[in-house]
Every structure is written in C-alpha cells, then in structure tokens.
C-alpha cells in the first residue's frame, strides 16, 4: 500500500506571496492532519481534516487554511508569507474516528525569503 | 491544557549500549492516548507505539521497550543493544480522548539519540 505523499518536496518563496501544499493520504484512510516542524518550536498542530471537515485547529493565524477533498487529498494554504513561516510541513494520515496512530508524508520544506 | 515533556535533548551513546528516553506529560483528561515517533535523517516520522490510558501493561517489541506509569504521568522508551540504525529523534506525543479533539498531537520536544560505531 503506497503511503503517505506530500509535494512539492521543497519550496521557495518571498515575503508577502502565497503558497498551497499538497497531501495525498494513504489508501481508505479519512482522516488528514498538518502539523509544522520549526528548530525553534518544534512540531506543532495546525488542523485535522476528517470526510471535508476541519474538525480541529491549532493556534495558528488566519493565513493559515486547509480543505480536504471527497478522496481525502488535502491541500493547506499560506498567504501573505512571513520569514518565520519557513518550515517542515508534515502532512499525517489515519483511518478516522480518533486517536488512531497516524502515518506521516515525508514532508514539503517551505524556505520563505 | 495538554503538555508534553523530554527532557533529554540530546543522548549520544556507544553502539550495543542500552537507551532510555523519558518523557513526561500534562492532561486534565482521565482518558488519553500516549504515541512514540521516530524521525531519521530523512525527516518522515515513523510510528512506533499507541497506548491508551486505561492500559498499564508494559511492552516489549524486539529491542523496543516502554515504560508507562500513570502514577509518575510517564511513558519512557529504551532501545536494548543500539545500532547505528537508531540514530534519529524521537518524540513522544499524546492525544486527547474527547469527540472534538479528533487525531490532535501534542509533541514533546524530542530527543535526538547518536549511536555511534
């Protein structure tokens, strides 16, 4: 069963434009979380999607937005770039319902210049 | 509010040396869920261990072992007989039970274990 992927792998970006990340969760599994990775805060919620749902948000700015489509795919979307968005951003799969174990892409690097 | 904490941040150990990671959490919740993860060099979080709450029992998984103490709110993970293999940062997370926190982690700062040859 092919897991978890996430693309772009990497990003550049400048100050001010905006960015949209993609996730493809694993095969029958509804439930998709981003989570960002920074050396300063280190691995932090920004939300869970589950059958097009948000069902959670973390304490994130408003830039910050996510949807999920009828297959599960899911895109999260930064506008209006700041230097300290440059990040990790993980993407995490699971069946569903909740507190199942989740499998987590490889990633997409976000540099924002 | 839900807060977890490694205390370790980094271990550098010799190869076939014995590895333990603490970690403690925080919750108001009766009901949790407590996960260990492990990233290599390559960034991807790998999934190790769920264990609820309400389940004490220890467990062992090849040279894979966990500690869970709600007494101390404690789940600790030792690595028997290290490999280069286990280089990687690990962390331990924890989830909430209730309806609306859904898949949510919490993650401990992590700890970065060197296993070297």
């Known amino acids: 069963k092919a897991g978890v992927t996430q693309t772009p792998r990497y990003l550049i970006k400048t100050r001010g434009q905006q960015v949209t990340l993609s996730c493809s969760p694993i095969s029958g599994h509804r439930s998709v979380s981003w989570y960002q990775q920074t050396p300063g805060q280190g691995l932090q919620f920004l939300f869970e999607y589950f059958s097009e749902t948000q069902r959670n948000k973390g304490n994130f700015p408003g830039r910050f937005s996510g949807r999920q489509f009828s297959n599960s795919r899911s895109e999260m979307n930064v506008s209006t770039l700041e230097l300290g968005d440059s990040a990790l951003y993980l993407c995490?799969?699971?069946?569903?319902?909740?507190?199942?174990?989740?499998?987590f892409g490889p990633g997409t690097r976000l540099t924002v210049t | 509010a839900q807060k977890v904490t490694q205390a370790q941040t980094e271990i550098s150990v010799v190869e076939k040396e014995d590895v333990t990671l603490d970690c403690v959490y925080e919750t108001r919740d009766t009901t949790y869920y407590l996960f260990w993860y492990k990233q290599p060099p390559s960034g991807e979080l790998v999934f190790l261990i769920r264990?609820?709450?309400?389940?004490?029992q220890n467990e062992i998984s090849g040279r894979y072992s966990w500690n869970f103490q709600k007494s101390t709110s404690s789940f600790n993970f030792t690595i028997t007989a290290s490999q280069v293999v286990d280089s990687a940062v690990y962390f331990c997370?924890?989830?909430?039970?209730?309806?609306?926190?859904?898949?949510?982690?919490?993650f401990g700062g992590g700890t970065r274990v060197l296993v070297k040859p």
């Open positions: 264990r609820n709450s309400f389940d004490e």
């Open positions: 997370a924890l989830s909430e039970a209730q309806r609306a926190a859904g898949n949510k982690l919490t």
């Open positions: 995490a799969s699971s069946l569903g319902g909740q507190n199942y174990e989740q499998y």
